[in-house]
């Protein structure tokens, strides 16, 4: 892509929509530069980028400034780049992008909102996630001083007990549809594509819990994570009430 520049990805560590940014560009061979920006501050951060929203993955190519993962896979899709991220056939295109807005919009809140949730618990997690990561701060400090980032997250993802109970109560539903999303051949093709990445970056983010991964490992779900996400930094210990997990491990 001469005379483009060099594509820039804004992302936040241990973010699974910014992870399924950084696989799209990588599946369709384009070179970027990854940026890594603290949670909470990333948003005024984007804003004074000039980028319209706040969200991650936020990303510049082409002079454009392209934010989520549902915009970015349709303007890397719009490229017609080698191998593609769509299929080619109209109605297998149609079963993807279905999967690809069930992913963005049912699953990928759940491990957030549980993550933002259990890191107010565990806040030595925060240093697993950041494995890799150059985020111009020192770590020891930014652990340290992560308590009003965590809250101001927790907040803003309406991360409260009521709602993640309730988000483990119906994560085997979830989990579910995943699963018959891999029966039907939707997810799990050869090459990935777009739904694969927004659907498997969410329940490898999943994985990182201790407190759910033996379960969601036993499925056929837990597998293809691992297949399409190799590598997923962060580890969570059991910070889980038991009562709350009883939905999930009788399922």
Known sequence: MSGSGVAKLYVVPGSHPSMAGRLMLEHVGIAYKRIDLLPAIHKPVLRLLGFP???????????????????????????????PLYPIDGQQRARVEQAERWGEAALQPVPRRLTWWALARDRDALRSFAAGVWLHVPLGLTIKTAGPIIAVEQRLNHADDATVRDDLAHLPQLLDHVDDLLATGTIVGQPWNAADYQIATSVRLLLCFEDVRPVIEARPSGTYAHRVVETFPGCIRAVIPPAWLHDLWTD
């Open 53 to 83: 929203g706040t969200t991650v993955p936020a990303l510049t190519l082409n002079h454009r400034r392209i934010q989520g993962t549902l915009a970015i896979s349709r303007v890397l899709g719009d490229l017609q780049l080698a191998p």
